[in-house]
């Protein structure tokens, strides 16, 4: 059985943390390059993490011993150590493995005698490899107290851990091209015989360091992909024949989007293009890991007919195609045309692999960039809707009841909640449907991930779209930045569409797609995102009536209807209300500050003979209401009370023909509108307002009054 204790984001202060640590880190970092860099990552991540020690260490003489290059402890900087790996915990991590030692690291490794000495008891590290896939050193924090598995923390570690094996590789290339070129210096100056020779070939060498260095130095330079692409053209027209700079990268698993700059035509800037992934050459050299070179634009009809297509609308003849390697992966493809054929055949195929290879660190190093301003922005959202979630009031924090109405929902719970099938609660206004869908999600695998709550009936039908997917800047007037939708927020988590029942029925078609195919395309945008999110809808409507009107979509009725829950309103909740009252005075009276001990008998008979139109959300305000004006230890409930308790608190006259038990639930809502709405001098909006006594939307109550034919006198 389902426990009576609702979820309302127990990870929220995780989330808020890790969020604080990697803005911490990014800001301090952001504007830091080689061992400046180092020194404020360990400074920074010690700080934001809230432990003792954080170093960065690189391979010393040999692999068995690593020294230091940036060590903070204790709230400084220390000089460097050097220390044999044998024995360590570091010695895993080298080895290529990511290690959490949360306790008693102490007694795992003691012949560690550092570890005593800093009074260490947890360790977390991660190795720092380079494009080779060797490992270059690695990243560690310690503290001395235990360290809590967290996968935030984790993951903000990971990103600047990449960040700093980016800073290593950059440091140690520089440091490779600087001696290369120091080399090439001391060359000049020794060389006596065929002097014409020797500096021109030199200074083909230099040209091609300077080139390399120059492409290395741009990916820290140029974070921007169109400007970075500029960038490496520009760098790489001296070194090679080409007319035509491009790079290829894949942007779904059937399509890839070409970028091509004129080097003859600056002024044109560059041309970007979307084609399906089939039938060029780039896509061959990324697939095989291999580099192509035709010497002619007819030899590529056949075999690649989407590249002879481009070559010949820009006048191109030859084409040398490299793969994008970083590590294990291979992320793209750099081309060359040229209108010369066979420009490309005497050309080392050393050197094109050499600058294909700084090309790759460079690219790579800039998609990573995108990918971390896309965490952030997606991080920034979701802090901005879960400090909404924190602020807003919810009716009551717990399930609260052991009838045999509730106890069938929550075995419905317990059933679909380990799913992901879509569920649509129904039931009336008030009676608990957004608590049945935390409980849902909290006992879900998705519980770790965010639950998204979207009250469609509170969204402007003008920006609904925009709000569930998104959209970028410039797509409508006023659109001044991108936004990130619901949905993208929600992306392997769970999203609780409220009052789905409200939404135009041009959004019901794009809803019908995300449940279908599991994309979203952001509003201005022509790319689809795909996306993992588990729909739970709730609506106190008739869908099936609305259906038979036409203001429902039935495949989106069907698609949502996979598991339906029926939620009993309040009268039907045997034995309940008695449960509610008390737990409702307890809580208000803990908040508002007064004493309330009990409940008076004749309090819950009353409560008992009403009928609840407004259900739990009617009762939490009733009951809120006798707490405040309560004067002693036992709350007194009666009728004189709230506009909502009109002579009905009553028992209900008995049934008799044209009595009043006769009248329809129309002519019943009719009065209890009447009645709450005459209390509050058809005061609508506001906290003394009557949709707020109803425990309803002031849209939804204008739309009932509007409905039962009712005007202000």
Known sequence: ??????????????????????????????????????????????????????????????????????????????????????????????????????????????????????????????????????????????????????????????????????????????????????????????????????????????????????????????????????????????????????????????????????????????????????????????????????????????????????????GMEALCALPLLREERSFGALFFMSTRTGAYESIPISLMERVASAVAVAVDNCFAYEELRRLRDRLAAENVYLKEEIKQEHNFEEIVGDSQALARVLSLVEMVAPTNSSVLILGETGTGKELIARAIHSRSARRNAPLIKVNCSALPSNLVESELFGHLRGAFTGATNARIGRFEIANGGTIFLDEVGELPLDVQVKLLRVLQEREIEPVGSSESKKIDVRVIAATNRDLEAEVTAGRFRSDLFFRLNVFPILMPPLREREGDIDLLVNFLARRFARDIGKRVESVSRESLERMRAYHWPGNVRELSNVVERAVVLATGPVLEIDARMPAALPESVAPPPAVSSGGAADRTLRDVEREHLLNTLNGRNWLIEGPEGAASILGMPASTLRSRLKKLGLRRP
């Not at 990014?26 to 934001?48: C, I, P, Q, W």
């Not at 220390?83 to 949360?102: D, S």
């Not at 140029?222 to 500029?230: C, I, P």
């Not at 960038?231 to 890839?256: D, N, W």
């Open 1 to 314: 059985m389902l426990d009576a204790r609702s979820v309302a984001g127990g990870d929220l202060l995780d989330r808020w943390n890790a969020e604080l640590a990697f803005r911490a880190v990014v800001e301090a970092t952001a504007d830091k390059a080689g061992l400046d860099f180092m020194r404020h990552l360990v400074k920074n991540l010690a700080e934001s993490l809230g432990v003792a020690h954080a170093f960065v260490a690189e391979f010393a003489d040999s692999e068995s011993r690593v020294k230091t290059i940036a060590f903070w402890s204790r709230g400084n900087w220390q000089d460097n150590v050097e220390y044999q790996l044998v024995g360590t915990p570091c010695q895993q991590v080298v080895a290529g493995e990511l290690c959490l030692y949360k306790d008693n690291v102490q007694e795992l490794f003691p012949d560690d005698l550092a570890l005593c000495d800093l009074a260490v008891r947890s360790y977390l590290g991660v190795p720092l490899r380079g494009v080779d896939g060797r490992t270059l050193g690695h990243l560690a924090v310690l503290d001395t107290s235990a360290m809590a598995d967290s996968p935030q923390a984790i993951t903000v570690f990971q990103v600047f851990a990449n960040r700093a094996r980016v800073e290593m590789e950059r440091l140690r290339a520089e440091a490779v091209l600087q001696k290369a070129c120091s080399d090439l210096e001391i060359r000049l100056h020794s060389v006596n015989r065929d002097l014409a020779v020797a500096s021109q070939n030199l200074d083909l060498a230099y040209g091609e360091l300077k080139a390399l260095l120059e492409i290395n130095q741009s990916s820290t330079r140029h974070l921007d992909r169109a400007q970075l692409f500029g960038e490496l053209a520009r760098s790489v027209k001296p070194l090679l024949p080409c007319e035509r700079f491009g790079i290829e990268v894949p942007t779904g698993p059937e399509s890839l989007q070409v970028h091509v700059l004129a080097l003859d035509q600056p002024a044109r800037g560059p041309m970007i293009e979307d084609f399906p992934s089939a039938g060029t050459a780039c896509r061959w050299a990324q697939e095989n890991r291999s580099w192509y070179v035709a010497a002619c634009r007819e030899d590529l009809r056949e075999a690649f007919p989407k590249t002879h297509m481009v070559m010949e609308r820009e």
